[in-house]
């Protein structure tokens, strides 16, 4: 047998990178802890019925963010309807039809560029694309445009991913009792990979609800004292909504910071908690559905 | 060495087959009858290439890119060749079921597994569907064992019984050709034995083409069997006269276990 000296520096070593881990994990939790009680602290207090049902004001007191969570949750719904098909589409043909060659190698590489470009530059194309050129203004269906091609490297490139954790012999089974390409995708691959590729979604849209910068580029305006048109309403079309101007919670949010009183630091705060729900809540409705989905699968 | 088989109804016939991955050739010119009803081995070392013929037969190569098939596999009594290229690989497909290596259920219920290519072919009936998979459940001599619990998942299933289970998947559908792919290289002895005794009895309805490493299975349930080396068909005759009569001196080194 080979004398053997180094197991208690082993096992040392395999301590001290639990401890190691833990402390990482730990920060990381006080970290978002301490913001959540510091917001709480200074905001909770502001958020009423009145707040969430008010326009912005130049009164700190009677000023609410009506117009900015209903601008953020519809901003966020055109980019949820676009992106997610579009992406999870994208993710499916480059992993299961393209064929392996220089052009779809450029395009990958491509996809992964874009997710390192900084977000305001996606605010510069955007109004020099969408505002001006297609002429869709300054309005709610630039903003989710915007966020889509923001995001959609998130939800192509996780898709990916999903896809490629299922096993070849799975595809081959399928193959082998006569199914075509699309039966496999639609009855294996994603109901197999739909929790990776939701996981994906979450962190797109979690990204895209927080967006600040390239809304402000596009123009999105700082004080909306107004809804956009009920798409119900008798006197105008479905879809006028989408052409409406609009703000969103993190723009409402920064305009108020900026502020030098300190009351509407107060309404920032409040805003910021509703910002963090908005987005616990949209989790949570992602969760449920890849729970729901998975709850037919057994590995 | 087609004579040994004469007698034989031909339910296939391999003619001068060669296939390639890119530029390297692994079969070469390969021959085999295979008679309808009957157990026909693929024996041979690892990388002769009796596997890549078996999957020939389901154009399973498709798949994936730059393979290339020569020759002729003509599937009777349709007379048609199965690895033409203007005939689409689902077609074969759909005519010629397969079982692999490792057993490879669906994460999805017992019944969805059996019923999955009824699914694929847009059946829709579900007394006819369910009739379908009790019969291909009882074929592969599972019925038994699930039929209280087929909307369990199939991944709740042993080994052995998942093997089966991708059996009556593969049966379900009245394939002309059962390909087997080392069925039971995963599986426990007693898995195994159950395994070769369903294919013994399963000949009398489906002819089947079964790859294995193992000599002694191939003795136990065929009745032809084909020697490969290197990407060639060395020897093809009855299982009897491969096993105590070989002609070839690289098969009988092989049956002894000289190599291999």
Known sequence: MIEVSNLTIRKWIDFLFQIVGLLILFLALVTLLSLILDLSTKGLHRIDWAFMTHFPSRFPERAGILSAWVGSLLVILLTSFFVIPLGIAAGIYLEEYAPKNFFSTFIELNIVNLAGIPSITFGLMALGFFVYTLNFGQSILTAGLTLSLLVLPIIIVTTREAIRTIPQTIREAAFGLGASRWQVIQHHVLPYSSGGILTGVIIALSRAIGETAPLITIGALTFIAFLPPNPLGTDQNFYDWIFSPFTVLPIQMFNWVSRPQSEFHVNAAATGLILLLLTLVLNAVAIFIRFRFRRRIKW | ?260
Not at chain 2, 125 to 148: P, T, Y
Not at chain 2, 190 to 202: F, G, N
Request: glycine letters at 6%.
């Open chain 2, 1 to 260: 060495m087609v004579e040994i088989l004469k007698k034989e109804i031909l339910r296939s016939d391999v003619r001068n087959l060669s296939f390639s991955y890119g530029d390297k050739k692994v079969l070469k010119n390969i021959n085999l009858p295979i008679a309808d009803n009957k157990v026909t081995a693929l024996i041979g070392p690892s990388g002769c290439g009796k596997t890549t013929l078996l999957r020939c037969f389901n154009r399973m190569h498709d798949l994936y890119k730059s393979t290339h098939y020569e020759g002729e596999i003509i599937l009777f009594p349709e007379g048609i060749n199965i690895i033409s290229a203007k005939l689409d690989p689902i077609e074969v497909r759909m005519k010629i079921g397969m079982v692999f290596q490792k057993p490879n259920p669906f994460p999805k219920s017992i019944f969805e597994n059996v019923s999955y290519g009824l699914k694929v072919r847009g059946i829709r009936k579900s007394s006819f569907i369910k009739d379908k998979s009790e019969k291909a459940l009882k074929q592969a001599g599972l019925w038994e064992e699930v039929k209280d619990r087929l909307h369990q998942p199939a991944t709740s299933l042993s080994g052995g019984q998942q093997q089966r289970l991708c059996i009556a998947r593969a049966l379900a559908t009245d394939p002309e050709i059962l390909l087997l792919d080392e069925p039971t290289s995963a599986l426990d002895p007693i898995s195994t034995a159950h395994i070769e005794k369903l294919i013994v009895d399963l000949k009398s309805t489906v002819t089947i083409v079964i790859v294995t490493h193992n000599l002694h299975q191939a003795a136990r349930v065929s009745d032809s069997t084909a020697f490969m080396y290197l990407g060639e068909m060395v020897e093809f005759g009855t299982t009897n006269q491969i096993f105590t009569n070989p002609q070839q001196k690289r098969t009988e080194n092989y049956i002894t276990g000289r190599f291999g």
